[in-house]
């Protein structure tokens, strides 16, 4: 069972991402924190890839860290993330992209909160909140 992977040119890529995601997802940069739109975002749902709709965490793993960035404590399933080494600006660190289509996420780092201890710092331009539906 192969994992099918998204594969578009930059210039496709350009056309379906803003600006800011095109940074975010294809270049890895970093939004500035504290900016991001689902920073504070306190709704319940789903956070899915906004570069291939791959749903990646939930609301309910979204914890506040203080870091200026969307955190989570988990993912909905780690095989839909792929984890790199990153040495750039003087520091390793563990970048997280996502597996189907390659989009820089953010960060992973161990000062994360029971029961995983880990902390995914997402940037909210690489993601797409799916707000659940409320049924009566």
Request: charge should be negative.
């Amino acid at each position: 069972m192969g994992k099918e992977k998204i594969v578009r040119s930059e210039e496709e890529w350009r056309k379906i991402l803003t600006p800011e995601q095109y940074y975010v997802l294809r270049q890895a940069g970093t939004e500035p924190a504290f900016t991001g739109k689902y920073y504070k975002n306190h709704e319940t749902g789903v956070y899915a890839c906004a570069g291939c709709g791959e749903v990646l965490f939930t609301s309910d793993t979204k914890y506040e860290s203080g870091s200026g960035w969307p955190s989570f404590w988990d993912a909905v399933d780690e095989q839909k993330l792929e984890l790199l080494d990153d040495y750039s600006h003087g520091m390793h660190r563990i970048e997280v992209r996502c597996a189907k289509c390659g989009g820089h996420l953010g960060h992973l780092f161990d000062d994360g909160p029971r029961p995983t201890g880990k902390r995914y710092c997402i940037n909210s331009a690489s993601l797409q909140f799916h707000k659940k539906e409320e049924h009566s």
